[in-house]
């Protein structure tokens, strides 16, 4: 159970296009989910944590208007990387949790690798 | 403020040896522990949690790890290590039950070479 599904898993596209990122949870609802950037061998650093039905709440150093975040549902957040370009590219990993409290673990999509050319 | 310090950045050991991978954190407030595993390309999955009660908590392929309060620690360990052990390795902490946010460490390399 708590299967997290992540897609696509590899992009490779030109300097400003758009890239959209999606994010569902399988088999359960997901109050809250997380998004993460992970540079080569690395930590996790959270760029946003969004709850359905709200605005997500970014982390500072974050650009909203780059970092667009959608969670219409319990089920699917959307991560698009407007305008994407070099610098951006990164792996990207979405995670989901039931509930908002800190005792439930987070269940991993197995992430995003973007390349931006 | 939480944080979470994890003291080696690689541990290379034998296959079929012991391992412990060290995590340190600070905070205020109770908190949750957790240790997650990374294989290459992928996300991370969950090994074990701490929320309370016994101090060892038992994970998913062999691990374990010890909640040491006095000392802040939560090391993991692993009596004898596989090559298929080879990954990343995060520990992570969050805050108490008002907890929202957690923060992970920097990662542990292990490498396990036959």
């Known amino acids: 159970g708590a299967v997290v599904s992540q897609h696509p898993s590899w992009v490779i596209c030109k300097s400003g296009t758009s890239v959209k990122i999606e994010c569902r949870s399988l088999?359960?609802?997901?109050?809250?989910m997380f998004w993460y950037r992970q540079f080569p061998k690395q930590s996790l650093m959270l760029m946003a944590t969004s709850n359905e039905g709200s605005k997500a709440t970014y982390e500072q150093g974050v650009e909203k208007d780059k970092f667009l975040i959608n969670h219409a549902s319990l089920t699917l957040s959307t991560l698009t990387v407007t305008s994407a370009h070099p610098e951006d590219s990164s792996f990207y990993i979405c995670s989901a949790r039931v509930g908002q409290s800190g005792h439930q673990p987070q269940h991993f999509g197995d992430g995003t690798r973007l390349s931006i050319l | 403020a939480q944080s979470v310090t994890q003291l080696d950045s690689q541990v290379p050991v034998f296959e079929e040896a012991p391992v412990e991978l060290r995590c340190n954190y600070s905070?205020?407030?109770?908190?949750?522990l957790f240790w997650y595993v990374q294989y290459p390309n992928q996300g991370l999955q969950l090994l074990l949690k701490y929320l309370s009660g016994s101090t060892l908590v038992k994970g998913i392929n062999g691990f374990e790890a010890e909640f040491n309060k006095s000392q802040t620690s939560f090391h993991l360990r692993k009596p004898s290590v596989h090559i298929s052990d080879t990954a990343e390795y995060f520990c992570a902490v969050s805050d108490g039950p008002g907890g929202f946010k957690t923060i992970f460490g920097a990662g542990t390399r292990l490498f396990v070479k036959a």
């Open positions: 088999d359960f609802q997901a109050t809250t």
């Open positions: 905070s205020s407030v109770s908190v949750y």
